[in-house]
């Protein structure tokens, strides 16, 4: 298949291409990076046909608007927003047939905080050591190392029509991957077993795990910073000796408050881990708005592989609902 201009960006305030993530590099030093909520980045790519892996647009935020220059299957996951084609409003979590010239717009999330946009046949950009994930921070993967703008035009592989028209008989996700997007009033329910710095942490784990934190707004993609009652013993550690670290390790700094590692987290880090998240979890958490509550339940060891063991299965092979076909 080849690459064709497919998609024209109209405005943009922090969209990016993103797949699974990157790896095999960490011990370069080179993060993971990749979809922040997996599940619904591997679902968009499902409903269109698409390998789980392939690359798709990542917003965060909201306020996204571009216009199809072929015909073309299109699915939106992750958060609730309100969707247009052509001023139409339209649904998320299925799939869509667009034509060319039709101006797709995202507004401002209503439940959830990050939204995905996949298109058939996958966008074409340079793979960089295997992914074609951005990473900002380094500038380098997706559409030039940077975050997506006004007038960039996003190629992808072309598909033939009568594999168009094979796949327009409209699929969409299960009601239960849906609801799994938190709404706003939601207490985000974080699980986790235990880190490899918890018995120095002693009976302040207690803390960690008996009360209710809140989403900073100067989180981002390497982590989530949460605010609520501290860790006290934290800032009277000797200094730690750095570790490998992971998307879910939840860090205590020195001023004892909370970081969850997400997608685009460093490779190692010297801070205590108290916890780490399964990765199911990690998804719900990434879709929290500022501002929003979390609280952490600790599982034992062996419900934590379970539970990432599934969470693996359904990332490879999502599973969908058949329904009628859909045109805008």
């Known amino acids: 298949m080849s690459a064709v201009p497919s998609i024209r960006i109209l405005e943009s305030f922090y969209a990016s291409i993103q797949d699974l993530g990157r790896y095999g590099f960490r011990a370069l030093g080179v993060p993971v990076s990749g979809a922040m909520d997996k599940l619904s980045a591997a679902y968009a790519n499902a409903l269109v046909g698409n390998e789980s892996n392939s690359a798709l647009i990542e917003v965060i935020g909201g306020n996204f608007t571009f216009e199809l220059l072929r015909d073309a299957l299109l699915a939106i996951t992750g958060a609730e927003v309100n969707i247009t084609v052509n001023n139409m409003i339209v649904s998320n979590w ?19 905080f990050i939204t995905y946009v996949a298109i058939d046949g996958g966008i074409d950009v340079e793979s960089i050591m295997n992914s074609k994930s951005t990473y900002i921070r380094g500038g380098f993967g997706g559409f030039n190392g940077r975050l997506l703008k006004q007038g960039d035009i996003i190629l992808s592989k072309s598909v033939s029509y009568e594999r168009l028209m094979h796949l327009a008989g409209a699929y969409k996700a299960p009601r239960e991957i849906v609801e799994k997007i938190p709404k706003p009033d939601d207490i985000i329910e974080v699980k986790a077993t235990e880190g ?35 860790l006290k013993k934290a800032s009277k550690l000797d200094k730690l000796i750095s570790i490998p670290t992971n998307r879910g390790y939840v860090q205590i700094p020195p001023d004892g408050q909370p970081i969850v590692l997400m997608s685009d987290a460093q490779t190692v880090g010297g801070y205590a881990v108290a916890l780490v998240a399964v ?23 062996k419900e934590a592989e379970e539970s990432n063991i599934e969470y693996l299965k359904l990332l490879e092979k999502p599973r969908l609902i058949f329904e009628e076909e859909v045109y805008y």
Request: proline letters at 5%; charged letters at 25%; zero cysteines.
């Open 94 to 112: 299925t799939l869509l047939y667009v034509r060319k010239g039709h101006v797709v717009s995202i507004d401002s999330p209503k439940r959830g």
């Open 196 to 230: 490899i710095h918890e018995e120095l942490l002693g009976d302040d784990i207690n803390i960690l795990l008996n009360n209710t934190y809140s989403v900073e707004v100067n989180s981002d993609r390497m982590g989530y910073r949460l605010k609520g009652e501290p």
């Open 279 to 301: 990765q199911n979890s990690v998804d719900i958490l990434a879709q929290a708005t500022p501002g929003q509550k979390v609280r952490f339940k600790k599982i034992s060891p």
